[in-house]
């Protein structure tokens, strides 16, 4: 069965106003994802992997922003996660629900925890593994130290956060080639430039992205002992932080 296909921002007569996750997007999310964050299919995946090499039997592994689950079931695929406890959160009830139906559905088998709130506002513990699949550049920058700094608090040395995000780089003639590139790539999977233009405008001041230089001087901040790029393409990367 294919995805629905996400037509939101072709529809000319409306104002598309500030981009939420509402019930609109979850209905058209896993096609939206995959036409629009280039590298997509290999974080999720690669997730997975990560998750399951750095997962210690009786932890957990959190997956913040989850979403429809795509980060859940890759790092529930393997084996060595079997012990642990995977908890999604996210803070948009219409994703949460969906989310449910499918996890119910592919891994009936499976006790996964799902929790509705805010993850800048939850309290963490216990954790091995520590996922943020493009949900940090949603949080309001003035609370994202705090977040990691949870999170770290959380976790035991050795143990890893995996961060993807949008980025900004530098200079700035850099950043607009890469933004160039990605209309490009968003234009070669059937987005018109108008969908292009009015998908942007409406995530103005609601996902902002940050330079490389200020994820990993925040992640040390954190706590965080090294960490490194591990995935980039055009200006979505992907970083490892090992606590
Ligand atoms: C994937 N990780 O498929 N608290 C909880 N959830 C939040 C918050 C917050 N403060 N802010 C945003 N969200 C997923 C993709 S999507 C990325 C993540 C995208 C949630 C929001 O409701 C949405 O489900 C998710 O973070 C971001 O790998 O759409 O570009």
Redesign the pocket.
């Known amino acids: 069965m294919t995805d629905p296909r996400d037509t939101l921002y072709a529809e000319t007569l409306t104002d598309p106003g500030l981009f939420t ?1 509402n019930q609109a ?1 979850v209905g058209v ?1 896993p096609d ?2 995959q036409r ?2 280039p590298g ?1 299919a290999t ?2 995946a690669m ?1 997975g992997l990560l998750a399951a090499r750095h997962a210690r039997p009786g932890t957990r592994i959190y ?9 859940i079931m890759a790092v529930a695929r393997h084996e060595e996660t079997r012990s642990c406890d995977i908890v999604g ?4 009830d219409a ?1 949460l629900s969906s989310c449910r139906q499918t996890l119910q559905r592919e891994l009936p088998e499976r006790n996964i925890t799902l929790m509705a ?6 309290t963490y513990s216990n954790a091995s593994v520590c ?5 940090l ?3 309001p920058v003035d ?1 994202r130290l705090a977040l990691l700094k949870a999170l770290r608090e959380a976790m035991e040395p050795g143990d890893i956060l995996i961060l ?1 995000e ?1 980025i900004e780089l530098e200079p700035a003639s850099m950043n607009n080639l890469m933004i160039d590139l990605h209309h490009g790539f968003k234009r070669a999977q059937g987005y018109s430039d108008l969908e292009i233009a009015r998908k942007r405008q409406a995530l103005e001041n609601v ?1 902002i992205p940050e330079t490389r230089s200020a994820h990993t001087r925040r992640l040390h901040e954190a706590g965080f002992n090294h960490c490194d790029y591990w995935f980039q393409c055009y200006n979505f990367a992907s970083l490892i932080a090992i606590a």
């Not at 959160?89 to 948009?92: A, F, G, K, L, P």
């Not at 709130?117 to 939850?122: L, V």
């Not at 996922?131 to 949900?135: A, D, E, S, V």
């Open positions: 996750f997007v999310f939206m994802i629009s964050v997509y974080v999720i997730t997956d913040l922003g989850c979403s429809l689950g795509a980060s959160i996210d803070n948009s994703m709130g805010d993850i800048a506002q939850t996922i943020l699949n493009y949900t550049q949603f949080v609370q993807s949008k996902l």
